[in-house]
């Protein structure tokens, strides 16, 4: 192998050993010593990427962020109206935590790293941002209702913070297997608040629709 | 002092140091040393009380949650019906966090700590319980209605995912000013799901009007 592949691979080893290990075990019980060991590198490979365990966990939920956002944003950017979408990838969160331990180490780490900080900028100051437009698009398109004060920086802020507490409950009870059925119950109780009467019905059935696939 | 009055004064001052530190700094980045230098006691008398920093973290997330249920337990075991205390409380959390560190402190390290324990049990399960027979009198009370396949259990989750999700992501974008506002707004787009056309007014002004007290 060319060096520079060479090095792509070692990186990649540490990452999914890391997100291993963190999912297990959490961020303040990880060790070093059990990451290198799991990931088959040496130390000096380790650390020739990573200077700390901070950095590592900061690794992590960058590249987390990264494979999150490819999945999202097939479901965003293309044609879909924009309410689905967002009823779509409250179940592709869920998805690709479960397909992917760097995906399910990234939500974990958020939390646990205390500043919800990649190595970028702020993770949670992303998905506000991405649930804003998508909001904003379905005022537009005249699936989520408008009254008199509401910005749609304010519904997407409830939205988020609902979305992502359900993701903490079932973390902390440990209910993963539970998340997709209660997602789709978040939907349920929302809805009614969100879209004009004529639509509920069509929208939680997309909600419960979307669930069984 | 008698002895055990000096030891309590020792536990409560390094239990303040540390909430305040863990607030300031977080878990990962806490250091025993400023905890010490803060609290005023000596390395030994904190070794007395707590064996490391995870024991310490532990123990403030233990007082947060005596703290918190104390007032808590006010509003939800009155002869308040059982919705109009679910908002309460809400507002309760916020309040208790901004007045006091260590109930601050006990939200963030919830997080942080990674496993949601404090000394003896998960906090987050707790809340649950609590959550499920404020509903379930809620449901007798005749204030949320009940549809086909709803339990109450069902119901409890999904609020308390969204509450904790509007306090998570407040925490994560340095909001918390914010959060009353916020609050205020998540039982403005709950509500219609869950009371009687009827009541909507009643409850959404409930919600409003506890905002500006």
Redesign the interface.
């Known amino acids: 192998m060319a060096r520079q592949v060479r090095a792509e691979v070692t990186r990649a080893s540490v990452l999914m050993a890391a997100a291993d290990v963190f999912v297990r ?5 990880a060790g070093l010593n059990e990451i290198i060991e799991q990931s088959g590198v040496t130390k000096g490979a380790l650390y020739f990427h990573f200077s700390s365990k ?1 950095d590592l966990a900061r690794g992590v939920i960058d590249e987390g962020q990264v494979r999150l956002t490819a999945g999202v944003t097939s479901v965003s950017d293309g044609p879909t109206p924009a309410l689905e979408a967002l009823v779509a990838l409250s179940y592709v969160a869920i998805e690709a935590a479960s397909a992917d331990p760097i995906v399910a180490a990234m939500l ?1 780490l ?7 900080q990649g190595t970028d900028g ?4 992303a998905w ?1 941002q991405a649930f804003e437009r998508l909001v904003g698009r379905a005022v537009d398109e005249g699936d989520i209702r408008t009254e008199e004060d ?1 910005a749609p920086e ?2 997407a ?2 939205l ?10 079932a ?3 440990n209910a993963f297997d539970e998340l997709p059925r ?1 997602m789709e ?2 939907w ?7 879209v004009e009467p004529s639509k509920l019905v069509y929208f939680r059935q997309f909600a419960s629709r979307r669930l069984l696939r």
């Open positions: 075990l959490g961020y303040a019980n901070e974990r958020q939390h646990e790293i205390g500043d919800y702020n993770v949670v100051t506000q509401v304010t519904l802020t409830f988020l913070g609902s979305l992502l507490g359900t993701h903490v409950v973390t902390a009870t209660r119950r978040v349920y109780f929302i809805l009614p608040g969100l």
